[in-house]
């Protein structure tokens, strides 16, 4: 299995320089995205949306959803609640576990056609 390390920062030397809300691979390419510790970086509530729209859009069947609480003036606040609405309404969840400083989800995107 290859892994494809996307980062938005060249200095931290990723096989791609991206966005997690403007991702550039082709659409159902990725058998697994996993999006931790980039999440609760985002400027907002709408980033947030745009990157899970991606992960929907990119995996063939399932994503990794990780997000700390971090103290730090630019990241995002968020309730760990609010968080799994938005993703038990796009995606089945398959596992979670939750603390209070913390959430990691592992989903399967709806759209999937089983063969």
């Known amino acids: ?24 691979f082709r659409s159902k390419s990725i058998d697994v995205v996993a999006l931790t510790h980039v999440l ?26 990780e997000m700390y609480h971090v103290k730090k003036a630019n990241s995002l606040e968020f309730k760990n609640e609010d968080v799994l609405d938005l993703l038990t309404n796009s995606f089945s969840i398959l596992a979670k576990v ?14 999937i056609i089983k063969q």
């Open 98 to 111: 939750v603390r209070k400083d913390m959430l990691n989800v592992v989903v399967r995107v709806k759209d």
């Open 40 to 65: 609760m970086f985002l400027m907002n509530w709408e980033e947030l949306i745009n990157a899970l729209k991606e992960l929907d859009r990119i995996s063939r069947d399932l994503g990794v959803v």
């Open 1 to 24: 299995m290859d892994n494809i390390r996307v980062d938005i920062s060249p200095e931290s030397k990723p096989n791609v320089v991206a966005y997690p809300t403007a991702l550039p």
